[in-house]
């Protein structure tokens, strides 16, 4: 794409974005919540692009600047500082140039949203629940360097450690748009506690990470539900098994059945379980378009395609490997402690190669 271009297109989006900073002071949009929501959203998404619009126009006024100056003035010294200037330009202006396309490639409209994210064991037994366990440790270490929070929503304990399946929320900045990609059947090779002989066994567990649905996303009927309330079981302290706090929600049209039994509160329960309905409702018209980009996109990896194998944990070799970029590393251990940022960093990095040769841009 040529600079003019570029430029035509920020341009069009300066306008957007100083409609937008008109509209959401008017009082007929303030009135309208939802409108007025959907505005400030957008006002927000809009201004890194205008940021990186007026660095990248500034950039261009430098090197304008640069080269009238090498060629009109005389001076020794400022023709040094106007050619080294141009020099550190003309290299910043392709990354600049680079940002400013995938900015004005459109986003996930979901990547701003926190998440439910559920683990389930897969194949393996009591070995798959286990490593269940520590895909859990490993994004609440990665979820604490982020400074993110982690509400537990429901789970089932493995019979010798682990979990079966554990359900919990991630709130923060930007966090679907992270963990998006942790989406899919993660394969554990090691030898397990439960083997005598030193064995190497594969076993497995899934992933999956919804964009958490607001109640602006979706409406859902009250006739719609049947709600089941029953004692919690497990730790928890002496309301456990004598009070009705946990709560199992049905959505009858569906099928859809969640529980929480975390909070000893069944008011708070029962809003849990209603932001986990939601999102799982949301997350049936959500699968459609994850499923037409994917279509296009080898590394896109947030489709919900649960049977996918998209990494390998290796631990008689240290190694770990994420096959949807053919990515090998030797530092399990550091991986296992929440340290996946790396991983992630080079999976938007190959998300957003194929964004650019899709839009065309």
């Known amino acids: 794409m040529s600079k003019d271009l570029i430029l035509e297109k920020l341009e069009g989006v300066k306008n957007r974005f100083e409609e937008v900073s008109k509209l959401i002071s ?51 010294e400022l023709r040094e500082m106007a050619k080294t200037e ?38 393996g037994g009591d070995e798959a629940s286990i490593f269940a366990g520590d895909l859990f440790r490993m994004y609440s270490k990665f979820c604490e360097s982020m400074g993110w929070t982690m509400e537990i929503n429901s789970y089932s304990e493995g019979t010798v ?40 066994h594969t076993s497995a567990a899934s992933v999956a990470v919804l964009p958490e649905a ?26 456990v098994n004598t009070t009705y706090s946990a709560v199992r929600l049905t959505h009858i049209p569906t099928g859809i059945v969640v529980t929480c039994q975390d909070q000893k509160s069944q008011l708070k329960n029962l809003d849990k379980a209603m932001k986990e309905l939601r999102t799982r409702l949301y997350h049936l018209e959500y699968e459609k378009y994850l499923s037409e980009i994917a279509s296009k996109r080898k ?35 550091s991986i296992m402690d929440g340290n996946i940022m790396e991983i992630i ?14 839009s065309e841009i």
């Open 26 to 76: 008017e009082p007929s949009v303030v009135a309208d919540m939802k409108r007025y929501i959907r505005l400030n959203k957008e006002y927000k998404d809009l201004e890194p692009v205008i940021k990186a619009y007026r660095e990248y126009k500034e950039a261009l006024e430098n090197v304008r600047s640069a080269k009238d100056i090498l060629a009109n003035e005389k001076d020794e």
């Open 161 to 200: 450690g682990g979990y079966k399946e554990i359900v919990y929320t991630v709130s923060g900045e930007s966090v679907y748009g992270i963990l998006k990609y942790e989406s899919g059947v993660h394969r554990v090779q090691r030898v397990p506690q439960t083997e005598t002989q030193g064995r190497v």
């Open 86 to 123: 141009l020099e550190e330009m003309n290299e910043k202006l392709p990354e600049m140039e680079t940002r400013l396309k995938l900015l004005l490639v459109p986003e996930d409209p979901e990547d701003s949203k926190n998440s439910v994210m559920e683990i389930r064991a897969g194949t």
């Open 299 to 333: 590394t896109m990896v947030s489709t919900g395609d649960r049977s996918a194998k998209i990494r390998t944990y290796n631990y008689p070799q240290g190694r770990i490997t994420d096959h949807r970029i053919n990515l090998t590393l030797y530092n399990l251990t």
């Open 345 to 358: 960093d080079k999976l938007q990095m190959a998300e957003n190669a194929e964004r650019l040769k899709a």
């Open 214 to 239: 607001e109640e602006l996303d979706i409406d859902i009927k009250t006739d719609d539900i049947r709600k089941d309330t029953y004692c919690s079981s497990g730790p928890g302290g002496q309301s």
